[in-house]
């Protein structure tokens, strides 16, 4: 039972802590169906990995295992999580580093799982301890790395100069020391508390890495959707600070219902996507790729044009309503002000004045 317990842990937690991650994507531009598949690259990846470890020692390259844990491993690990990276970096439904995060995240937990599962088998005797203490320290220190890798190709996705090719390795040997500090730290023996704040340090960097990425998607979103694409000013405004989507939701799900709310939602997170897709067209060279971008804005144009018809006028002109935010209030208090300084009120006002002039201008007979 405690075996059981420890498989569990070992393989539900890492995989819970990846989709909560996800929360910090609020403009959902990375994809359900691509953290699946870096789960499953990132698993395969550890068993290339065992064949490449056992191939470096079995070759004589090392003097010992300890040294292929400590200097070799971490390397082939790094390279081999990234190869579906390097795939889907280069997709065009692929938008910025919030996705390179995630997905490296991904495949690092993916890695990290099989590994939880060859260590609670090696220490069966203690395996609740095992994989309590993987859970919250190596495994997010191979989510960590994959992640800054990641990242790193993320940042200069579609840029081939030189200073691409710089920011990429650099991203690798700072993915590849972060991972073989760790096993260093761990083959000396360090105590537990200091793996875990190691892991831990890790998360907080991809979680750091997310929040930046978000705000620079928010300027991206802001600049570049428009009155072509069907989006009002006020639109942009919300969709540009998309952490009030809740708020913008709350009148429409009392009015309309959950289904109406849902269907506004989705047209925010489409609208933020064709600002971020409009802004990704600026950075990619190639021709194809830029018609294939192109395409996906198109399809999100008409995807967004159908959903306004399903939420209907009524709907729409509550949520832009909504939308209009401390605008509308600016509006309410202007009539306020107006109304209080109408015809009767004391001391005369913008009406009284208005009657005033009126009634000295000469009657339209008296000039004929």
């Given at each position: 039972m405690v075996v059981m317990i420890a498989y569990g842990i070992a393989l539900i937690f890492?995989?819970?802590?990846?989709?909560?991650?996800?929360?910090?994507?609020?403009?959902?531009?990375?994809?359900?169906?691509?953290?699946?598949?870096?789960?499953?690259?990132?698993?395969?990846?550890?068993?290339m990995a065992?064949?490449?470890?056992?191939?470096?020692?079995?070759?004589?390259?090392?003097?010992?295992?300890?040294?292929?844990?400590?200097?070799?491993?971490?390397?082939?690990?790094?390279?081999?999580?990234?190869?579906?990276?390097?795939?889907?970096?280069?997709?065009?439904?692929?938008?910025?580093?919030?996705?390179?995060?995630?997905?490296?995240?991904?495949?690092?937990?993916?890695?990290?799982?099989?590994?939880?599962?060859?260590?609670i088998n090696q220490f069966a005797e203690k395996a609740l301890l095992v994989a309590v203490v993987r859970v919250l320290s190596t495994n997010l220190m191979h989510a960590t790395s994959s992640g800054l890798i990641g990242t790193a190709l993320a940042y200069r996705r579609g840029d081939s100069t030189w200073k691409a090719g710089v920011v990429i390795l650099v991203g690798y040997l700072f993915a590849i020391g972060v991972h073989m500090g760790f096993n260093n730290m761990v083959s000396s023996g360090v105590q537990l508390?200091?793996?875990?704040?190691?892991?831990?340090?890790?998360?907080?960097?991809?979680?750091?890495?997310?929040?930046?990425?978000?705000?620079?998607?928010?300027?991206?979103?802001?600049?570049?959707?428009?009155?072509?694409?069907?989006?009002?000013?006020?639109?942009?405004?919300?969709?540009?600070?998309?952490?009030?989507?809740?708020?913008?939701?709350?009148?429409?799900?009392?009015?309309?219902?959950?289904?109406?709310?849902?269907?506004v939602r989705s047209l925010i997170y489409k609208q933020a996507e064709i600002g971020i897709k409009r802004k990704l067209l600026e950075t990619v060279p190639s021709e194809n790729r830029k018609k294939e971008i192109v395409k996906i804005i198109d399809d999100l144009v008409t995807e967004t044009n159908v959903l306004r018809n399903q939420i209907g006028t009524y709907c729409m002109m509550m949520v832009r309503e909504v939308y209009l935010g401390q605008s509308g209030q600016v509006w309410n208090l202007l009539?306020?002000?107006?109304?209080?300084?109408?015809?009767?009120?004391?001391?005369?006002?913008?009406?009284?004045?208005?009657?005033?002039?009126?009634?000295?201008?000469?009657?339209?007979?008296?000039?004929?």
């Open positions: 890492p995989v819970v802590f990846l989709f909560a991650l996800r929360n910090f994507d609020l403009y959902q531009t990375g994809q359900y169906r691509f953290n699946i598949v870096t789960l499953a690259c990132g698993a395969i990846a550890y068993y065992v064949q490449v470890n056992e191939g470096v020692s079995q070759m004589g390259l090392v003097s010992s295992w300890d040294q292929v844990v400590r200097f070799t491993a971490p390397i082939a690990e790094e390279i081999l999580k990234s190869l579906i990276l390097i795939y889907l970096v280069t997709r065009a439904d692929f938008n910025y580093v919030v996705d390179g995060a995630l997905y490296g995240f991904g495949v690092g937990i993916g890695f990290a799982i099989i590994e939880n599962v060859q260590y508390v200091f793996a875990i704040t190691f892991g831990l340090t890790g998360a907080a960097l991809i979680w750091f890495i997310i929040k930046r990425g978000l705000n620079v998607q928010k300027l991206w979103v802001a600049e570049k959707l428009g009155i072509a694409d069907r989006v009002t000013q006020e639109e942009t405004k919300v969709v540009s600070n998309i952490e009030t989507v809740n708020e913008v939701l709350t009148p429409v799900t009392k009015r309309f219902g959950p289904e109406k709310a849902s269907l009539n306020a002000r107006i109304a209080s300084a109408g015809l009767g009120q004391k001391g005369g006002g913008l009406w009284d004045r208005v009657t005033e002039r009126v009634s000295q201008s000469p009657a339209r007979e008296d000039k004929s």
